[in-house]
């Protein structure tokens, strides 16, 4: 017997692909992401008032997941290390 439709899941109920931009002082660190949502995801840091936060997006669409003041740093890359060592220095 096949499942009744209501019962199937949707591809709306899939976990979304996410890209996740780490906002380091202000800074957004994501090499290919467009200039209104590194805006919007450096806006979001200031608004929480913390210097640093993850902030996930659905790759595809662009939208807000979810976002995070001790995001997992491994997702910035080399480029989040060079940001956050630039911070450090400048806070010492």
Known sequence: QDAPASKLPSSSSRP??????????GLAV?????????????R?????????LGVDLD??????????PR???RRGG?????VLASALRKAG
Do not use: K, Q
């Open 44 to 52: 979001l840091a200031v608004l929480a008032d913390t210097r640093l």
């Open 71 to 73: 995001p997992d740093l």
């Open 59 to 68: 790759a595809r669409t662009g939208r807000f997941v979810s976002a995070s």
């Open 16 to 25: 979304a692909r996410r890209r996740t931009v780490i906002v380091v002082d």
């Open 78 to 82: 080399d480029a989040v290390v060079d």
């Open 30 to 42: 994501n090499e290919d992401l467009p200039g209104d949502l590194s805006d919007a995801c450096a």
